[in-house]
C-alpha cells in the first residue's frame, strides 16, 4: 500500500517535512527550557507565588472551600494586610508582614477534584505555567500522596493540607514533602485511653470501613489500640466509597454480638451511615449487658453540622476545634471570623497553618529553594499556632503535637458549636517511632 | 478483505455501472489523496507548532500541551469505533486505565525507558479489550453501551478496592525507591536516592522532550486512523453503521470487522493510558471511572464524531477549559477587566464569576447544549460552514463535503 495511493514520491514529500518541522521547532524548545536559576521557579521579580491546590467541585468541596479562605487570609497576613491573625502569637518571629524574603506572595488556586489525575494536572500546571514556588492543599490522602510525588519529581515544596492516612508521612513520603495534620496511628493512640475510660476493657467491636487506603489505615490504628485494651474485634466490613445507603450493613450489627460500633468513614460517607446508624436505634441498644456505643474516630465540625443531632454523645479525634482557648487559636478564629463571618474548621486551620509555616521556613533560610527550605523545617520547633508546642521530626517530616478527643455536644448553643474536647491527648502519647510505618523519604530535590 | 468486497457487489450484478464510473472514481482518489496529504503535513506542523500556536492562550506550557496529544490520541481512537461503526462504548477509559497500569509497571519491573511502557500498555489494552469487545459485541446499540459501561464500572471498583496489591488502589500506583527495575540493573544504570525519571534512551520525557514524544505519536495515530478511514475495513465499518442488517442479509458476518474495530480503538486508549503513564509516572482508577469514558464521549461528539480531526479539536477544548478556566478566580478576573470603569469591571466580574474557577463545568456544559442543538456535526461543521460562507460556494463544498470526511453520528 503506497503511502497516498499516488505515484508521486508522497512518502518522501511527507518525511522531509514532518522532519523539517521537528528541525526547526528543535531548537526553540531548549531555548525555552534553559534558565539560569539555581532552583526551579526561583521568584525574579518583586514577587513570589504560591501554589493552592483545593478541591473545588467533588465530595471534599465542602473542606476545599474553607481551605482556600484559609490560605487567602493567610497571604493577607504574610503580606501585613488584615490583623495578622496567628502571626502575633507565632513563637517564630521571622516574618514582619512584608512578605517573604522582601517579596509580596502572590497566589494561584486550582481545581483538585478530589482526583489524583486532576490534583496532579493543576498542580503542574501552577508549576510549569505559573511559576509556582510551593504547592499545598488536597483533602484526601490519595491526592495528596500523588501530589507530593509530583512535588518530589518536580523539585518543589509540598505542604500537605487535610490528609490523615498514614502513608503521606509513612509509606509514601517524601523529602519535598511535609504534613501539619496527624494521622490514623495518632488519633488510636489518642483515642484508646477515653475508649478505656467511658466504656471499659470489655467490649467488642464492629468496624464499618471505606473501602480505600485511609480507611484501610485507621481501620488498622483503631484495632491495634482497642484489642492492646482487651477489646475484641468482631468483624471489620468494607463498604464503597460514597455508598450513599448503609442500612445493609447495620442490620447484620445488630446480631454480631457487638457492643461498639466503629465508623472509619470520612466527610459524606460518615453523615449517611451514623445518621442510619442512629435511626436504626443502635444506641438504644443494650447488648451484652452493655449500652451499644458508636465511635467516630476521625471528626469534623463541618462533619459534625451535617450529621446534626446524631453526633450528640459520639466520641471522636479531631486536628484543631475553634472553641479552643489558646491564644494562637482564638487569634485565627478572630481574623477568620471578622472575614468570613463564621468559625474555621479543621482544614482550614492545618492549611493556614502550612502557609505560615512555609513562609516563616523560607524567611529563616533567606531562600526558596527547596533543599533550603526543607533544613529549616527539618526537627523545627514552634508554639502559638493553636496545638500547644509542636515538633516538624526531621525523619518523616509529620508534626508532633496534641491531638484533641472531642464528642458531640449534648446541648450546642449555635449550628457551629456541635463539638465539645474531652481531652487534650499530649504528644508524648501519640508520638511513635519514625521507622514504624516504613518508607524513604529519599533527598531533596531542588528541580531544575 | 477485497473478497469481501467482491462479495457485495457479484449479487447485486452492477458489472457495467462500475466500469462507467471508474474514471470519476480514480480522479476522486487522486484528489482524496492529495488532499489527505495536504492534511497530514497541516496537521503535523498544527500540532508540532503547539507551544507557539497556543501561546497566545495561554496554553503553552508542557503539561498541558502533553494532555492534548494524549487525549486526542484517546479520542481519534474512540473515534475508530463510535464515529465508524456508531457503536457507541462507554467503558474506553478502562482500556485507558489499563494501558496506565500497564505502563507504570514496566518502570517498575523493567525499565525507566518508554518505549518498552508503551508496548506493554498497548498490549495489556488490546488483550483486554478484545476480552470486553468478545462479550459485549454480543448486542448492539444502547445494550452494548451499558455492558461496556458495566465492565468499565467494575474495572474501576477492582481497581479501587479489590486489586489494590497490583493497583495500590484509591493511592494509585507510583514509583518507588525499591522498584526493581530489572532491565536496568542489568544495563548497569546506577540506582540514585531519588527516584529515576522516565526517559526516551537518555532524554528525559518530561516538559517539552515529552510533549513532542506525544506529538510524533499523535501524528503517526492520525495517520494511522486516516488510513483506516480511507481503507475497504473502513467502508465495511461504515457499511455497518448505515445498515448492519443488509449487510448481514448480503452473507457478511459484521462481528469480526466489529471486533477489530473495537480492539484497535482499545489499543488507541492504551497508547493514551501508557503516555499518561510516560509523561507522568502514576497510575490511578479514577482514570477507569464512567466520567472519564463519557469525557472521550463528549470530546468526540463536541469536535464532530465521524470525522478525521474533530475528535483532536474536542479534545483540545475539553482540556482547555479544564485547566485553563477552572484556574480563573475573581482576581483573574478583575484583572482581566481592568480596562473599563471601576463599577463596569465589578459589574462584569459578578456576572462572569459563575461560568469561570469552580464553574468551568457549566460552561462547558452550555457549550455543549449550544453544539448539539445547532452544530449536530461537531465543531467540524461548524468549521465547514464558516469555510463555505467565506468562499461563497456552498453548493459546491456541500456536495464535496458528503464525499469526504465530515459525517455527523446519528
Redesign the interface.
Known amino acids: 500500500?503506497s503511502l497516498?495511493?499516488?505515484k508521486f514520491s508522497?512518502r518522501g514529500?511527507?518525511k522531509t517535512?514532518?522532519v523539517g518541522?521537528?528541525a526547526a521547532?528543535a531548537p526553540?524548545?531548549f531555548v525555552?527550557?534553559a534558565s539560569a536559576a539555581d532552583y526551579l521557579n526561583m521568584p525574579k521579580g518583586k514577587s513570589v507565588t504560591f501554589g493552592f491546590n483545593v478541591p473545588?467541585?467533588g465530595a471534599y468541596?465542602d473542606e476545599g472551600a474553607d481551605e482556600l479562605r484559609a490560605y487567602k487570609l493567610a497571604v493577607q497576613h504574610i503580606n501585613g494586610e488584615g490583623d495578622g491573625g496567628m502571626l502575633n502569637t507565632f513563637s517564630s518571629k521571622a516574618l514582619k508582614g512584608d512578605g517573604v524574603n522582601g517579596k509580596k506572595v502572590e497566589f494561584?488556586?486550582?481545581?483538585t477534584q478530589t482526583?489524583?489525575?486532576?490534583a496532579?494536572?493543576?498542580a503542574?500546571?501552577m508549576i510549569?505555567?505559573d511559576g509556582a514556588i510551593m504547592i499545598t492543599g488536597g483533602s484526601?490522602?490519595?491526592v495528596a500522596?500523588?501530589v507530593q510525588?509530583?512535588c518530589?519529581?518536580a523539585g518543589v515544596i509540598f505542604m500537605a493540607g487535610l490528609t490523615h492516612s498514614n502513608?503521606t508521612t509513612g509509606k509514601?513520603k517524601k523529602a519535598n514533602g511535609f504534613r501539619h495534620f496527624f494521622n490514623t496511628e495518632m488519633t488510636g493512640a489518642a483515642l484508646a485511653p477515653v475508649l478505656k475510660n467511658n466504656f471499659g476493657t470489655d467490649r467488642t467491636a464492629y468496624h464499618l470501613t471505606a473501602?480505600?487506603?485511609?480507611g484501610w489505615s485507621q481501620e488498622g490504628s483503631i484495632k491495634k489500640y482497642t484489642e492492646k485494651l482487651g477489646w475484641k474485634t468482631a468483624a471489620a466490613v468494607?463498604t464503597?466509597?460514597g455508598a450513599g445507603d448503609f442500612s445493609q450493613y447495620i442490620t447484620p450489627v445488630l446480631n454480631s454480638g457487638a457492643d461498639v460500633l466503629v465508623l472509619n468513614h470520612y466527610g459524606k460517607d460518615m453523615v449517611n451511615s451514623l445518621t442510619q446508624a442512629v435511626q436504626f436505634g443502635l444506641r438504644d441498644k443494650q447488648v451484652n449487658g452493655k449500652d451499644f456505643a458508636i465511635v467516630v474516630p476521625l471528626y469534623s465540625r463541618l462533619m459534625a453540622q451535617g450529621a446534626g443531632k446524631n453526633v450528640q454523645g459520639i466520641y471522636g479525634s479531631t486536628g484543631w476545634h475553634w472553641s479552643l482557648t489558646d491564644e494562637g487559636s482564638k487569634a485565627f478564629v478572630k481574623s477568620f471570623g471578622k472575614a468570613y463571618g463564621f468559625p474555621p474548621s479543621q482544614a482550614a486551620h492545618t492549611c493556614y497553618v502550612q502557609a505560615l509555616l512555609y513562609a516563616d521556613a523560607c524567611q529563616r533560610a533567606g531562600s526558596f529553594a527547596p533543599c533550603d527550605v526543607l533544613k529549616a523545617l527539618e526537627g523545627f520547633k514552634f508554639d502559638g499556632m493553636g496545638n500547644g508546642p509542636t515538633e516538624y521530626r526531621a525523619e518523616d517530616h509529620q508534626c508532633f503535637k496534641d491531638v484533641l478527643v472531642v464528642k458531640g455536644k449534648e446541648n450546642p448553643t449555635s449550628k457551629f458549636d456541635v463539638l465539645e474536647v474531652v481531652e487534650v491527648t499530649p504528644r508524648a502519647q501519640v508520638e511513635y517511632p519514625a521507622d514504624l510505618l516504613g518508607g524513604?523519604l529519599?533527598?531533596c530535590?531542588n528541580g531544575a | 478483505m477485497s473478497q469481501k468486497l467482491e462479495k457485495i457487489k457479484s449479487p447485486l450484478d452492477m458489472e457495467p455501472l462500475t466500469i462507467e464510473v471508474h474514471d470519476v472514481e480514480a480522479s476522486h482518489r487522486a484528489k482524496t489523496a492529495r488532499n489527505d496529504l495536504i492534511l497530514m503535513v497541516v496537521f503535523s506542523a498544527v500540532v508540532l507548532g503547539g507551544p507557539w500556536i497556543l501561546a497566545p492562550f495561554g496554553a503553552d506550557y508542557p503539561d498541558l500541551l502533553q494532555r492534548f496529544c494524549i487525549f486526542g490520541i484517546f479520542a481519534i481512537g474512540f473515534n475508530i469505533m463510535f464515529g465508524l461503526t456508531g457503536y457507541l462504548s462507554f467503558g474506553h477509559a478502562a482500556f485507558l486505565g489499563v494501558g496506565s497500569y500497564a505502563a507504570v509497571w514496566s518502570f517498575k519491573l523493567l525499565t525507566m525507558n518508554a518505549v518498552p511502557a508503551v508496548i506493554f500498555g498497548v498490549l495489556c489494552a488490546g488483550l483486554f479489550s478484545a476480552a470486553i469487545g468478545y462479550i459485549s459485541l454480543r448486542r448492539a446499540g444502547i445494550y452494548f453501551s451499558i455492558l461496556t459501561l458495566a465492565f468499565a464500572q467494575m474495572s474501576y471498583n477492582l481497581a479501587y478496592s479489590v486489586l489494590t496489591p497490583i493497583t495500590n488502589g484509591e493511592t494509585g500506583l507510583q514509583l518507588e525507591l525499591s522498584d526493581s527495575r530489572m532491565l536496568d540493573a542489568a544495563m548497569g544504570i546506577e540506582r540514585t536516592s531519588s527516584l529515576p525519571v522516565t526517559n526516551l534512551f537518555g532524554m528525559k520525557m518530561s516538559g517539552y522532550e515529552g510533549f513532542y514524544f506525544c506529538a510524533i505519536i499523535l501524528i503517526i495515530a492520525f495517520y494511522i486512523s486516516l488510513r483506516i478511514f480511507r481503507s475497504p475495513f473502513g467502508m465495511m465499518l461504515r457499511g455497518i453503521k448505515t445498515n448492519q442488517n443488509r449487510m448481514a442479509y448480503t452473507g457478511i458476518n459484521t462481528r469480526p470487522y466489529l471486533l477489530t474495530a473495537f480492539v484497535i480503538s482499545g489499543m488507541y486508549a492504551g497508547l493514551a493510558g501508557s503516555l499518561m503513564a510516560v509523561t507522568d509516572p502514576l497510575a490511578g482508577a479514577e482514570r477507569m471511572q464512567w466520567t472519564a469514558s463519557g469525557e472521550v464521549v463528549l470530546m468526540t461528539i463536541l469536535g464532530g464524531a465521524g470525522t478525521l480531526i474533530g475528535p483532536v479539536i474536542g479534545a483540545g477544548v475539553i482540556k482547555y477549559f479544564e485547566n485553563i478556566f477552572s484556574a480563573f478566580n475573581e482576581d483573574t478576573l478583575h484583572a482581566a477587566y481592568s480596562f473599563l470603569p471601576e463599577g463596569l469591571a465589578d459589574f462584569m466580574t459578578t456576572i462572569s464569576h459563575p461560568f469561570v474557577g469552580e464553574g468551568w463545568h457549566l460552561t462547558l456544559g452550555v457549550l455543549f447544549m449550544m453544539i448539539v442543538i445547532f452544530l449536530p456535526g461537531g465543531l467540524m461543521e461548524g468549521a465547514q460552514r464558516i469555510a463555505n460562507l467565506f468562499s461563497g460556494a456552498g453548493k459546491k463544498s456541500k456536495a464535496e463535503s458528503s464525499a469526504t470526511d465530515t459525517q455527523p453520528a446519528e
Do not use: C
Request: glycine share 10%; charged share 30%; proline share 2%.
Open positions: 500500500m497516498f495511493d499516488d508522497r514529500v511527507l517535512g514532518l518541522a521537528a521547532t526553540f524548545h525555552r527550557g473545588q467541585t468541596a494561584v488556586t486550582g481545581d482526583k489524583s489525575d486532576a496532579r494536572a493543576s503542574k500546571r510549569e505555567k484526601s490522602s490519595g500522596i500523588a510525588g509530583l518530589q519529581e502513608d509514601d473501602d480505600y487506603t485511609w468494607r464503597p466509597l524513604e529519599g533527598s530535590n
